[in-house]
């Protein structure tokens, strides 16, 4: 099964999480082979960290838990609050299999997250609208798509909204997706997130 998370970090935690760093690193290698994606959120000025987000392959709801809870930073108090939802990998890959296929024709774009959080029992809705929103985003914007899929229960019977890894000229540019898409259209969100974001993990060895 597959989970997003989102964890806040409390406002003036940055040099905690930096102190962190190798602790968190160490942690998740024992997810290598699960994760999908993964990656901090930033603030405007491009460097201090906002958030992290991971998308990762887990058994069950009671190893979700874990990932989320036993993580150092969570442990010591970097976040402020942990979003944990069901996820559904739509294009049936990793962030890093994007990077292989598109990244040479993506310069000068910038990556974002974008969480959009469903209203309440819009489930039947969405499902009217669904085969709309994937031709939506599968027509016309395919090359941007790092990774997207549905936020689910944890039943995985309730759709609660959409979670989606981009590359965009800019932040308008994500915008104006998702003002176009249509459960947005729909009224299906009650809010939406776009969150500047990059890729995440251990540093490569020089």
């Given at each position: 099964m597959e989970y997003f998370f989102y964890c806040?970090?409390?406002p003036g935690s940055m040099p905690l999480r930096w102190e962190l760093n190798e602790a968190h690193w160490a942690f998740m290698d024992r997810y290598a082979e699960q994760m999908?994606?993964?990656?901090?959120?930033?603030?405007?000025?491009?460097?201090?960290?906002?958030?992290?987000?991971?998308?990762?392959?887990?058994?069950?709801?009671?190893?979700?838990?874990g990932f989320a809870f036993d993580e150092p930073n969570y442990r010591a108090g970097v976040y402020a609050d942990v979003l944990i939802r069901r996820w559904?990998?739509?294009?049936?890959?990793?962030?890093?299999?994007y990077e292989s296929a598109y990244a040479?024709?993506?310069a000068g774009h910038r990556r974002f997250l974008?969480?959009?959080?469903?209203?309440?029992?819009?489930?039947?809705?969405?499902?009217?609208?669904e085969a709309e929103h994937h031709r939506h985003l599968d027509r016309d914007h395919r090359e941007h798509l790092i990774a997207y899929g549905p936020?689910?229960?944890?039943?995985?019977?309730?759709w609660l909204g959409t979670a989606l890894l981009v590359e965009l000229p800019d932040r308008e540019a994500a915008e104006t997706m998702m003002a176009a898409e249509p459960y947005a259209r729909g009224g299906l969100y009650r809010s939406v997130e776009i969150h500047d974001w990059r890729?995440?993990?251990r540093p490569a060895a020089e």
């Open positions: 806040r970090d409390r999908i994606a993964r990656g901090p959120t930033l603030a405007a000025d491009g460097e201090t960290a906002t958030g992290s987000m991971h998308i990762v392959d887990l058994p069950d709801a009671a190893a979700a838990h559904q990998n739509t294009l049936g890959r990793t962030m890093w299999q040479s024709g993506q974008i969480i959009a959080h469903g209203v309440p029992g819009a489930t039947a809705a969405r499902d009217a609208l936020l689910l229960s944890q039943d995985g019977t309730d890729f995440g993990g």
